[in-house]
C-alpha cells in the first residue's frame, strides 16, 4: 500500500506559482499533486496546517556546520547529527563543505563524507561535498588556513577526486594562479562544478575562466579582488556572464543589504544562490571552533579570528531567507527560489529537489507569518515540527 498523505495550507510557492490555500499530496515521498484543492485519497493522512505558507526545502550548497557539529569531520555521525539539526532551520539538503589545515587532512575529511551516503533517514539529505581550495590565492585566501593553500596541481586534485569518491559536487578555484586551466578541464571531465573564489583575478581571467566552464561565484565579494568601476573583477565577470550563478550571504555582515539587493538587481533571482557559509557555532548563543592553527570564537552576530578576519558565518538557511524578505530587496516566493531551486541546480538536482511540483521529492517547509520554521518534512517525511502538530 503506498503511504499518502495530504498537506492542506494557507498558502503553497511552488516557486513557479502562489497558491492560496493550496494543497500538496504526497506519495511514497515523491510530491504527486499540488492545487488549491485536492480530493483526498481515502489512505492519505489528512494534515491541517491552514496557518502556514508551504515552500521548496532549503539546499545549503555552502556549509561548514552549524549547531555545534562540522561537516570537516573524521567522524562519519557528526555529519549525520549536523543533517537531524538542519531540519530546524528549514534545510533539507545540503552539500558538506570542507577544507583543511592541509591536504592530508582534507583526503581524509573528503573521505569520511563520501561514507555517509544521503544522510541520516530523519534529517537532511547530504547531497555531495564542497571543496573550497585548496587551488587559491594566498592573497585572498580570507580564513582559510595559510597551509592549506597551494598552487593548482592536476595530480593533487586527482587524489581529492578519488577521496571523494564519485561525490565531490562544487571546487572553488582562483583561475590567475599556475595551472588553475588544467584544473578546471578535469573538474569540467568529472562533472563537478568549478566556482571562481577566493581569487585575486581581472575581470578578464575571471571571464575566461568562464567561458572555459566555470559556472559559479563563491560567496560574492568576499575573499576576492573587489569591484572597481575601472577593474570589474570576478564580481563584474560574474554578472556579465549569463549562465553563471551568484552565492549571496545575506547574514549582514558579509553583505550590505543594498551589496544584495544590487547583486539580485543585475543578476536576477534566477542566477542567485542564497548560502550560509555557516560554521560550527551557527545557530548557537557561544562557541568556537578550529580554523588551521588558529580558533575562530562567535561574537555577537559574526564568526572571527583572533586578527578580526571573519571565518564564516554564523547564520543559518531560515535567516539569510527572512533577511532578504525583512530587509526589502525580495519578496518571499524570490527568496525561497535563491534558498532552493537556483541551489539545487548548482548541486546538480534540478530535476529533483527545490520545487513543490509533482515528481519532485517531498522536501518541504512549512512557514509561520513571521516566516519562522514550523515544520519539515523530507521525502514526505516530517523530521521536524516546533510544536504538537501531527507527525507522520
Not at 515523491?30 to 496546517?49: G, L, Q, R, S, T
Not at 573564489?197 to 572555459?212: I, K, L, P
Amino acid at each position: 500500500m503506498a503511504d499518502r498523505s495530504l498537506l492542506r495550507a494557507a498558502r503553497v510557492l511552488t516557486p513557479d506559482e502562489d497558491i492560496h490555500p493550496g494543497n500538496v499530496l504526497i506519495e511514497d515521498g515523491v510530491i504527486v499533486a499540488v492545487a488549491a484543492h485536492v480530493p483526498a485519497p481515502p489512505d492519505a493522512e489528512v494534515i491541517e496546517i491552514s496557518d502556514l505558507t508551504l515552500v521548496a526545502g532549503f539546499v545549503d550548497v555552502h556549509v561548514h556546520g552549524g549547531g555545534g557539529f562540522s561537516l570537516a569531520t573524521h567522524d562519519p555521525a557528526e555529519i549525520a547529527s549536523y543533517a537531524r539539526w538542519a531540519v530546524s532551520r528549514g534545510v533539507t539538503s545540503f552539500l558538506a563543505t570542507v577544507c583543511a589545515a592541509n591536504l592530508e587532512e582534507a583526503l581524509a575529511f573528503l573521505r569520511t563524507g563520501a561514507q555517509v551516503g544521503d544522510g541520516s533517514r530523519d534529517g537532511a539529505t547530504l547531497l555531495g561535498l564542497n571543496l573550497e581550495g585548496p587551488f587559491v590565492s594566498q592573497d585572498r585566501r580570507g580564513a582559510l588556513p595559510e597551509s592549506w593553500v597551494m598552487p593548482p596541481d592536476p595530480r593533487s586534485f586527482d587524489g581529492l577526486l578519488q577521496a571523494a569518491n564519485g561525490q565531490l559536487r562544487v571546487i572553488t578555484l582562483a583561475p590567475e594562479t599556475p595551472r588553475a586551466g588544467q584544473v578546471l578541464k578535469a573538474a569540467l571531465a568529472k562533472r563537478v562544478t568549478v566556482a571562481l573564489g577566493h581569487t585575486n583575478a581581472s575581470y578578464d581571467t575571471a571571464r575566461q575562466a568562464f567561458e572555459a566552464g566555470a559556472s559559479h561565484l563563491t560567496h560574492a565579494f568576499n575573499a576576492m579582488r573587489p569591484f572597481h568601476h575601472r577593474d570589474p573583477g570576478p564580481v563584474g565577470a560574474a554578472i556579465s556572464s549569463r549562465d553563471v550563478t551568484v552565492e549571496v550571504i545575506a547574514d549582514g555582515v558579509h553583505l550590505h543589504p543594498a551589496t544584495v539587493q544590487m547583486l539580485i538587481t543585475a543578476c536576477g533571482a534566477e542566477r542567485i544562490a542564497l548560502v550560509t557559509d555557516a560554521v560550527p557555532p551557527a545557530g548557537l548563543s557561544t562557541g568556537a571552533f578550529r580554523v588551521g592553527d588558529q580558533e575562530a570564537q562567535l561574537q555577537g552576530d559574526r564568526v572571527l579570528l583572533p586578527d578580526g578576519t571573519i571565518a564564516g558565518s554564523a547564520a543559518t538557511m531560515d535567516q539569510v531567507v527572512r533577511n532578504v524578505v525583512k530587509w526589502g530587496v525580495a519578496p518571499l516566493p524570490l527568496a525561497a527560489r535563491m534558498a532552493s531551486t537556483v541551489p539545487a541546480a548548482v548541486a546538480g538536482c534540478a530535476d529533483r529537489k527545490g520545487r513543490v511540483a509533482p515528481g519532485y521529492d517531498a522536501d518541504i517547509v512549512a512557514l509561520d507569518e513571521q516566516l519562522q520554521v514550523a515544520m519539515t518534512w523530507v521525502r514526505g517525511r516530517i523530521v521536524y515540527s516546533r510544536d504538537d502538530r501531527p507527525a507522520s
